[in-house]
């Protein structure tokens, strides 16, 4: 099967020429026929294997024609750089349509993104929050919307988005082409595609099955020694380019400012970044200003970086799921790719989880000449968090002159205002 056995519209085609697509990956054969037909989907696809365009050109051939400049297709995602990426593909592969795309996402001044809806657009990519607040704003009209799409939605259900996504779907035309997609179904996906879509079509490919051309192993090794194995590691292996997932926001950047300090090319991606300083990783790490990239599971949703030769788990991911999403983004485009993961003692059940959904072992390994018997020191010294600065107290005012004497029947009658007012207190706790 070839693109051209779709006949999409010449500008289309012409788009997916200059993108170089040559055949459609399996997620596009399957999906892009029933989306053109003007079917509801629910895809099951993971990250990397096309889904993209597998709803980006339909939605490009379906607004080639008709009215300009106003929102026909909205596209949901839970991060601000799978919105990018997104909104990427869509310039690509629709370079020579004529039609305009935008993001809406937070993090950055919203009057910006008001004067591009302003001017008109006719596809938005947007995340769910600052979605809202300009339909609550009244500075989008979703009235001539044609097709939603809800893309990751198992992710957007981890950040905790359900909510948001609801009030959405309260806010767009019920008459409409819904595309839900997801990596996993989870009861509450499978139950928000009952409320957003109609008799929709399931295309699924490649469910649990990680790429075949990446190589996996484990490195257990006690957590206190990880950083220094990750160090011998990168130090005794041939990489391109490298991307290392770590559990918390804290512990990447200062798994990044030690990669730094060691002489690497580092950059870390995780939410405490200002937006123009995230987009900034990313470029860099995307044209090799960036060797390593570290980075937690949420911030790197929608990284697609076809060159990257090493995925490390400093931290093992919590479920078999996120391990495959890690894992993907090496090993692309019939490229060869490394994933390797520090393991504690700790983590026995997790792998053997992820060996019950790949359906092997995956092989242990030990680096020679690394000393592995160092004890582990009295405190977190690595990733303890900075000591936070004791608070100078202001000094108290002087007391006020003393109040003049009272008949002592007189003053014990506040006290016993006082104590009443402490036990009914009590008592008013204790009833709520």
Do not use: W
Request: hydrophobic share 40%; proline share 6%.
């Amino acid at each position: 099967m070839t693109f051209q056995d779709f006949k999409f519209h010449s500008d289309v085609a012409a788009g997916i020429a200059g993108a170089g697509y040559a055949e459609p990956t399996p997620i596009q054969a399957q999906a892009i026929p029933v989306v053109m037909a003007g079917r509801d989907v629910m895809g099951l696809a993971q990250t990397g294997t096309g889904k993209t365009a597998a709803f980006a050109l339909p939605i490009l051939h379906r607004l080639r024609s008709g009215p300009r400049g106003r929102v026909r297709a909205l596209v949901v995602a839970p991060t601000r750089e799978l919105a990018e990426q997104i909104n990427d593909s869509f310039a690509t592969l629709g370079a020579h349509t004529g039609l305009r795309s935008v993001t809406i996402y937070g993090g950055v001044g919203m009057n910006p993104q008001v004067e591009r809806l302003r001017r008109g657009t006719d596809i938005v990519v947007a995340c769910p929050g600052r979605l809202l607040d300009h339909i609550g704003q009244g500075t989008i009209s979703l009235a001539h919307l044609e097709v939603l799409v809800l893309d990751e939605a198992d992710q957007m259900f981890d950040m905790g988005f359900l909510p948001d996504i609801r009030r959405i779907l309260r806010a767009v035309p019920k008459t409409r082409q819904t595309l839900l997609f997801s990596a996993t179904m989870p009861e509450a996906i499978r139950a928000l595609a009952g409320e957003a879509l109609t008799d929709p079509a399931t295309v699924q490919v490649d469910r649990v099955a990680p790429a075949v051309t990446v190589s996996h192993a484990l490195y257990p090794v006690e957590q206190h020694l990880k950083t220094a194995l990750l160090m011998r590691l990168l130090e005794h292996t041939d990489t391109e380019s490298v991307l290392i997932f770590t559990r918390t926001k804290h512990r990447a950047k200062r798994l990044d400012e030690q990669l730094q300090k060691a002489g690497y090319r580092a950059a870390s991606l995780q939410g405490n970044l200002s937006q123009n300083r995230r987009q900034a990783a990313l470029d860099g790490f995307r044209d090799g200003s960036f060797q390593i990239l570290v980075a937690t599971d949420i911030a790197a949703r929608g990284i697609d970086v076809s060159q990257i030769s090493h995925v490390i788990n400093y931290d093992i991911p919590d479920t078999a799921e996120a391990y495959i999403h890690r894992i993907g983004r090496t090993g692309r485009a019939a490229r060869s790719g490394d994933a390797f993961t520090l393991v504690t003692g700790e983590d026995t059940a997790m792998v053997r989880t992820i060996e019950k959904v790949l359906g092997k072992p995956l092989q242990r390994r030990h680096l020679d000449g690394f000393d592995y018997s160092v004890p582990a020191p009295r405190k977190d010294t690595e990733f303890a968090r900075t000591p936070r600065q004791p608070q100078v107290r202001r000094a108290k005012p002087a007391p006020a002159a003393a109040a003049p004497s009272v008949p002592a029947s007189d003053a014990a009658k506040p006290a016993n205002k006082r104590r009443r007012f402490k036990r009914n207190g009590a008592r008013s706790g204790q009833s709520r």
